[in-house]
């Protein structure tokens, strides 16, 4: 009698954490984003490349012309951790700062803390 409580506590217990698990499928590819404001041009959860990066490409290193720009995602990958993480693009088709083509973005945090806004 006690084995039987015992086994179905432990199913219904396991049964309570896999429905508990955060479900990020509300993201798809395709879904378009509008990049928000960060204090002091410093997004945490975008992974911009440096200035230096950008200016050996050819580019302008300007984060300003960034904010406000319309993004759409290529891809998503899952982590180790349960996160997600995304390659955008600007749907626009043009260059991030006239010489990268995608940025990789963890997207989760990047919503929470509303560096991409979703339109």
């Known amino acids: ?19 508990a698990q955060n479900s990020n499928s509300n993201i798809s590819i395709g879904d378009v984003f509008v990049i928000g404001e960060a204090s002091n041009n410093s997004y945490k959860h975008i992974d911009f490349p440096s200035a230096n990066f950008i200016i050996k490409k050819g580019g302008i290193a300007n984060y300003k012309n960034v904010k406000g720009k ?5 891809s998503i990958k899952e982590k180790k951790d349960g ?18 083509k995608y940025i990789k973005v963890d997207i989760t945090e990047a919503i929470h803390q509303k560096e991409l806004v979703r339109i």
């Open 83 to 100: 996160g997600l993480t995304a390659t955008i693009t600007l749907a626009s088709k043009k260059l991030f700062f006239n010489s990268h």
């Open 70 to 74: 319309k993004v759409e995602v290529v």
């Open 1 to 19: 009698m006690k084995n039987r409580i015992l086994l179905v506590f432990l199913v219904s217990l396991f049964s309570g954490i896999i429905y």
